[in-house]
């Protein structure tokens, strides 16, 4: 038996500074490091400490953020470290965490992690896909800006630190098997949800973990749907962010926020729409310059955060094959993301008469353009404010969103009656309900755990997973380690010779698993129709076991790593393996004697004139009066002359499963026959 420890260190029963730390056959994986929105304090980043062993089960940072490694401050704060009193330890967070994985580049995925490498020390390796190593980066440094520059935060990380930790980042490829070291390998999967975002699955020891950071299992206008294939991990360690939210169509969603957006700007109002610089922008930028084309709108100006168009245009260019197929396709003939009625913002533009509309970031209003430009507009009913995207509790979008407009308190200094009309339409890129229970029925896991999303709704989420699949369900909170204990897969690959000749030697139909232990009455129904993919994975394990047993014979070899841990099996003939293993056949022959009942002797008699049948029945040879033998292989059944209640059976160990069907034969001819040794 092995165990799995999975440890929220963000994210567990909340939204926000994903971080989700695995043990899996002693590898430590450090699944995403990110930032919380909602706060300036000491709970913006991971809470490290929990990877302490001293620290288990208290959080040696607090408030002020205090635990040192290698002499820095591990504050998980914006002010990070400030408190010079504080407590100090070195810490080896290189030796605590074998890698780190980063599903994609939204910050409160990826906003930690330079803290972590820079200012808490880890060096190990990191692992994301290309275009999350290329966007990371920028957007990174605008928050940098944005908290250093404009707030006048200290003691955060600098340019300097991002470029640094990007140095040490690994670059994976969809569907690429990346071996950490002789016993971890990590494989992505396409997630949707943004540009270059992915599903990682971690193996080690036999077991494995699929974590999915954010997706969709819906296509949009830019994106395919996340797809996995059917990779059945010990432990699903999914988003929860809608857990209880099915979604309307997609068609109603948009034709209410055009409907909305016109709206608005016809009784000369402006609409502020707060997004993330890409995804859910270029979705809805796609969207609005149709519209405006085919509406005849291009009087009415539509503005995008200063920089971003041209940023976002030149990487969706670069990663096309990150797109859906309609994106790829049109991509010679015209690019979808140069925008027709569509311009760069200025400040100065918020301050213009008339109506226009705007995408800004980000798109929680917790900072930047967005929040700038909500607190001009907000003080008139003409214009609207649309969320398209979820918001982390704390952020300014998450208090509209909770209908609170009265006296919203925007920032420490900055408290507005908003007039403006507010409107939530959900184009978040994520799973809902629906596409969560899908992607379980896809990859079929043994247990499924719940991050990344609120406590409420994870417990609703968990006992439909329970009733629906049949399978273990846990939403562990941050800082509790949850402990799996699992039987561990040893996945065994078959020699294609050895196959061939299992096949090769059953002609006749073979009995199903179920029939072999009495299940049923064997009756085969290969030609079946498949199961649907939303049928209980306790009905398709069911309906495996009808399907014909093929049975192997062989020697199967294991290695093992350095570190003992198994590694790759494999069923090979015996030549085969004796040969791998550099050995010398020895022979053996077995020997049995079936002696029987006095009673039986006279039928024993009898069926001695059968012996020529018998040897047909057997392909082997009669040599008279009393004994048979095999031209092809090494069986010999005799009946000596001196003690004709007694056959004598000799083999080499290759031919058991003749001797088998010669035993049995002779119980048929004598049914009070005993073998003995």
């Known amino acids: 038996m092995a165990n799995i420890e999975i440890l929220p260190l963000g994210a567990g029963q909340d939204v926000g500074r994903s971080c989700v730390v695995v043990t899996l056959a002693g590898k430590r994986i450090m699944f995403d490091c990110g930032m919380h929105m909602g706060y300036n304090d000491s709970r913006r980043f991971p809470d490290f400490s929990f990877l302490i062993p001293h620290a288990a089960g208290e959080s040696a940072m607090g408030a002020s953020g205090e635990v040192g490694a290698s002499g820095a401050g591990v504050g998980a704060a914006g002010e990070a470290g400030a408190n010079d009193s504080a407590r100090e330890t070195a810490v080896d967070f290189t030796g605590l965490i074998d890698a780190v994985v980063i599903t994609h580049f939204h910050l409160d995925h990826c906003g930690g992690l330079v803290y972590f490498t820079e200012m808490c020390g880890y060096d190990g390796p990191i692992y994301m896909t290309t275009p999350t190593k290329a966007v990371a980066p920028i957007l990174l440094e605008d928050f940098r800006k944005i908290m250093v520059e404009r707030h006048g935060m200290r003691k955060f990380f600098t340019s300097a630190d991002i470029k640094n930790c990007m140095k040490k980042v690994i670059p994976v490829a969809l569907h690429e098997t990346v071996h950490v070291d002789e016993s971890l390998s990590l494989k992505a999967y396409y997630a949707g949800h943004v540009l270059g975002a992915a599903m990682f699955l971690a193996s080690a020891g036999g077991s494995s973990v699929l974590y999915t950071g954010d997706y969709n299992m819906t296509p949009d206008r830019h994106l395919g749907a996340a797809w996995v294939d059917l990779c059945k991990p010990t432990v699903l360690i999914t988003e929860s962010t809608y857990a209880t939210t099915i979604r309307d169509s997609k068609r109603a969603r948009e034709g209410d926020f055009l409907q909305q957006v016109h709206e608005a700007v016809a009784r000369g109002g402006k ?96 900072a930047g353009t967005s929040l700038a430009v909500f607190k001009k507009w907000a003080h008139s009913p003409k214009n609207l404010v649309i969320l398209p995207g979820y918001c982390v509790k704390g952020t300014v979008g998450a208090k509209l969103l909770a209908g609170e407009t009265k006296a919203l308190e925007v920032d420490a200094s900055t408290v507005i009656d908003v007039k403006m009309q507010v409107s939530a339409l959900s184009f978040s890129a994520h799973a809902d309900a629906k596409g969560i229970l899908q992607l379980i029925s896809q990859c ?33 909170p941050n800082g509790e380690t949850l402990t799996l204990t699992t039987t561990p897969h040893l996945v065994i690959d078959l020699e294609s010779d050895l196959v061939a000749a299992s096949l090769s030697s059953k002609r006749k139909r073979l009995p199903s698993y179920a029939a072999a232990n009495g299940d049923n009455d064997g009756d085969n129904d290969d030609d079946a129709a498949p199961l649907p993919l939303a049928a209980p994975l306790a009905t398709k394990r069911a309906k495996l076991l009808d399907r014909p047993a093929i049975p192997l014979s062989g020697v199967l070899l294991v290695d093992r790593d350095s570190s003992g841990a198994v590694g790759d099996a494999r069923l090979l003939s015996a030549s085969s393996a004796l040969q791998e293993m550099g050995m010398v056949e020895v022979g053996m022959t077995v020997a049995v004697d079936v002696h029987v009942a006095d009673a039986d002797l006279a039928a024993v008699a009898a069926h001695l004139a059968a012996l020529p049948s018998l040897a047909s029945e057997l392909n082997m040879t009669h040599d008279p009066p009393n004994r048979l033998v095999s031209a092809s292989t090494s069986l010999v059944i005799s009946i000596p002359p001196d003690n004709p209640s007694k056959f004598v059976f000799a083999w080499h160990y290759r031919d058991d499963a003749l001797a088998r069907r010669a035993l049995t034969a002779v119980h048929a001819l004598a049914p009070a026959a005993q073998a003995a040794l």
């Open 271 to 366: 609409v502020l729409i707060p997004v993330f610089a890409l995804g859910r922008a270029q979705e809805l930028c796609i969207l609005l310059d149709t519209y405006w084309e085919r509406m005849g709108l291009g009087g009415i100006p539509i503005y995008f955060s200063a920089g971003l168009t041209a940023k976002a245009n030149m990487y969706y260019k670069l990663f096309i094959p990150w797109t859906n197929q309609k994106i790829k396709e049109s991509f010679v003939r015209r690019n979808m993301f140069e925008f027709a009625h569509i311009s760069e913002f200025d400040r100065s533009y918020a301050d213009s008469p008339g109506p226009c509309v705007l995408f800004a970031t980000p798109g929680m209003l917790h």
């Open 444 to 476: 079929q896991p043994e247990s499924v755990v719940l991050v990344h999303g609120e406590r409420r709704k994870m417990n609703f989420l968990k006992d439909k997973i329970r009733s629906s699949f049949n399978l273990p369900a846990y939403n562990p």
